[in-house]
């Protein structure tokens, strides 16, 4: 059964920092591309970044470039969203999923989220 479980959200001050994790179960993530997306209140679904299996590639959404860093660490079968420099307008719910394709991104598979909300 494929699960992904997203943690480390949390409140922070504008330029503050925070790492999500997004811990899957029932597959191997080292075989399949994965993403975060984000979810603001009132506002559409918007994806943030892919990371892609066969070489590692990475997509970043133009408005968190230089700022957000995923990486995976594959003997946990975990990835990470490191996020730098965070801003009021980063508040979302982040998730993270899976369409089990080795390097596109989609949400066949997705967590619950982790809410990251960026406030002074």
């Known amino acids: 059964q494929v699960q992904l479980v997203e943690s480390g959200g949390g409140l922070v001050q504008p330029g503050g920092s925070l790492r999500l994790s997004c811990a899957a179960s029932?597959?191997?993530?080292?075989?399949?591309?994965i993403g975060w997306f984000r979810q603001a209140p009132g506002k559409e679904r918007e994806g943030v970044v892919c990371?892609?299996?066969?070489?590692?590639?990475?997509y970043y959404a133009d408005f968190v470039k230089g700022r957000f860093t995923i990486a995976r660490d594959n003997a946990k079968n975990t990835v990470y969203l490191q996020m730098n420099s965070l801003k009021p307008e980063d508040t979302a719910v982040y998730h993270c999923?899976?369409?089990?394709?080795?390097?596109?991104?989609?949400?066949?598979?997705w967590g619950k989220g982790t809410l990251v909300t960026v406030s002074s």
């Open positions: 999923a899976t369409a089990l394709l080795p390097d596109e991104c989609g949400m066949d598979y």
């Open positions: 029932g597959f191997t993530l080292a075989y399949y591309a």
């Open positions: 990371i892609s299996s066969s070489d590692g590639s990475t």
